[in-house]
């Protein structure tokens, strides 16, 4: 087991989020987290890599207490991606290199610079590696923040919406770069996302959340047309097309059934 | 072929930090010969092979004097000034996420300021005379420094004190500033408005305009030390502002304590400025405009801007040192009123060829 979570509760000082959160993941699982707005599930992820620090609760990486971790420590076994990404205006390969923080004494050494470039590889970005921050588009700045956080070298990735500013095509690839660089590597991802087919093609388990609780973990099977609109409010159908499951919500179902192939 | 493109990857990359250490060393060259030219320069006219045995303790005695109890002093007054107020506008400007960030929109100096002003008008500390070249001279100093840097120091302890017990944002803190710079700039003005002596106030004037033949041996070597001791500390954090720059929780998520290295950073820059201003007088610009020009040159990346611009910081002002004594020499301009002079068109000739930082 990678990560355990255990009864942990966040609040702000204006109003609580997470309240009782417990779960686990193993190693190479991916999990999807998926809720409306607000729910706390990016407040999840931060709380996690102890960006928070939860009010109550007890977060094992890897058996060790994160209490008893440093924060040198935690990046070492934790990848994160933000929901929001401002890289520092350097180059690609400065950005990727800033993934070895937790390692580098005093300055990056060989083995450092191996890494780096290995994660620039991985991600199809050797050709982008002089370039600066600022002339990159959307789908290569998520690159980017995903190969700083393989650089990192962790047994977690805890990214949060990879792919909510993606045009479809980019959605796509980063979620396969993502899912790829996983498996080899045997990284255990929690991915936050809002689009549940996107979520039902990339994660082998499902935590659902509302108000700030768990309200279900499990695999595809806890996505029904019911869980989804106990949480979401919407009413949806789930069909299951050739071993794949696809979730559409029933005022467009209505266009669905009157379908013409184009 | 994938070995082909990582080994040219690299490459590159040593190509362009080998360009960055190529900056840093023409800026070190550029400082050194800015250093040589105002070593030479004066109003007694020196010529090079005189200054140079003077240095060594060889030649005239009036020429040793002029070279190692003036001329000496005020280019190592210089450089430790010059370094340090762009150091310190370097990290506050990362710290605080804004390019106007300085000793200066902080209220460092203007609370020195204050101080100076109190130690003068009000405790009567700084008695004036008038000079046989009828310059406003103050005749005790020491108070005058101590008591700028006490409100120095109250200015920095009140900012970190309100960002850690409120938790301020960085634009808090900025806003802060501006605030105590007010409060003390107020604070001087009634004080200068109720002065009895209006010789006091031409003092406390003259104390503000900031010089460079003002701090003694012993002065310079403990700005020296502050300057030399916070430069090594923030080498050693550099690879944490690169992370502060993509963000708070990026940088927690790289393991860096954001609070812990923002709140030493602003300690050591507001050190370096308080030092600087009460030994020296208000020496503006360098700090704001000394970070900005060399992000232009080089880029935003720490690890090369940090020394670049404590370089370019000696440079502006020994340039401008130089210039203020010689351009209508004997009379000295005020230094400050010169780094603005030179800074402010250099500025903003590189914000319209370049249209904005490098990267």
Not at chain 1, 166 to 178: C, H, P, R
Not at chain 2, 71 to 86: D, F, K, N, Q
Not at chain 2, 143 to 168: D, E, N, P, Q, Y
Request: positive net charge; contains cysteine; charged residues 15%.
């Amino acid at each position: 087991m990678i990560l355990s979570v255990d009864g942990l509760s966040f609040s702000y000082p204006s109003h609580p989020v997470l309240h009782d959160v417990s779960f686990t993941i193993g190693q190479s699982d991916c999990i999807a987290v998926l809720g409306t707005n607000g729910t706390g599930k990016s407040t999840l992820l931060k709380c996690i890599n102890r960006i928070l620090k939860p009010k109550a609760g007890a977060v094992l990486i890897d058996g060790k207490s994160c209490d008893a971790l440093s924060r040198l420590d935690i990046a070492k076994n934790i990848g994160y991606v933000s929901q929001y990404q401002s890289l520092p205006k350097i180059t690609v390969f400065d950005s990727v290199l800033l993934g070895r923080k937790p390692y580098i004494k005093w300055d990056a050494g060989e083995k450092d610079l191996t890494i780096v470039n290995n994660a620039l590889k991985e991600l199809e970005l050797l050709d982008y590696a002089m370039r600066y921050t600022d002339e990159l588009s959307g789908g290569e700045l998520q690159k980017v923040v995903i190969a700083r956080a393989i650089a990192q070298e962790p047994k977690l990735f805890l990214l949060d919406e990879p792919t909510s500013s993606l045009d479809i095509k980019n959605q796509l690839d980063t979620i396969s770069v993502i899912k790829t660089v996983a498996r080899k590597r045997g990284i255990a991802v929690i991915v936050t996302m809002h689009d549940i087919n996107l979520a039902l093609r990339f994660a082998n388990r499902f935590i659902l959340m509302k108000n700030g609780r768990i309200f279900g973990v499990g695999g595809k099977e806890i996505i029904t047309a019911k869980s989804i609109e106990e949480i979401y409010g919407v009413k949806a159908t789930v069909y299951e097309i050739d071993g794949s499951m696809i979730m559409i919500p029933k005022n467009h179902e209505a266009e669905f059934s009157a379908r013409k192939e184009v | 072929m994938a070995s082909a493109a990582n080994k040219k990857t690299r490459e590159l990359y040593e190509k362009a930090a080998g360009r960055k250490r190529l900056w840093i060393l023409l800026l070190f060259l550029a400082a050194m010969g800015i250093a040589f030219i105002t070593l030479n320069a004066g109003a007694s006219h020196l010529s090079v092979t005189k200054v140079v045995a003077a240095l060594f303790g060889n030649g005239e005695t009036k020429d040793i004097m002029v070279v190692q109890n003036i001329r000496l002093p005020r280019l190592c007054a210089g450089l430790a000034a010059g370094t340090g107020l762009a150091l310190a506008g370097c990290i506050m400007q990362n710290n605080l996420r804004n390019p106007l960030a300085s000793p200066s929109t902080l209220g460092i100096s203007n609370a020195a300021a204050f101080g100076a002003n109190v130690a003068i008008i009000v405790f009567h500390s700084g008695s004036v005379v008038n000079s046989g070249l009828g310059q406003v001279v103050i005749n005790n100093p020491y108070i005058v420094t101590v008591m700028a840097l006490c409100f120095a120091l109250i200015a920095v302890a009140l900012i970190l004190g309100l960002s850690i017990i409120r938790k301020f944002s960085p634009e808090s803190v900025i806003l802060a500033g501006v605030a105590i710079s007010s409060l003390f700039a107020a604070g001087t003005m009634i004080i200068q408005y109720f002065a009895a002596d209006s010789t006091q106030v031409a003092a406390v004037i003259f104390w503000t305009f900031g010089d460079l033949g003002r701090a003694s041996w012993q002065e310079i070597a403990i700005m020296s030390a502050v300057v030399a001791v916070s430069f090594l500390y923030f080498m050693v954090r550099r690879w944490d502002y690169n992370a502060i720059d993509g963000g708070e929780d990026v940088a927690k998520s790289l393991g860096v304590h954001t609070e812990r290295v923002r709140l030493g950073g602003m300690f050591m820059a507001a050190l370096i400025a308080a030092v600087t201003v009460s030994f020296l007088g208000i020496i503006g610009f360098i700090g704001l405009v000394a970070p900005q020009i060399t992000k232009r040159l080089i880029g935003t990346d720490k690890r090369y801007l940090i020394p670049a611009s404590a370089l370019m910081g000696a440079i502006i002002l020994l340039a401008s040192d130089t210039l203020a004594r010689t351009i209508i020499s004997p009379q000295v301009l005020p230094v400050g009123a010169v780094t603005s002079f030179l800074g402010a068109p250099l500025f903003l000739y590189l914000l319209m060829r370049k249209g904005g930082v490098k990267g």
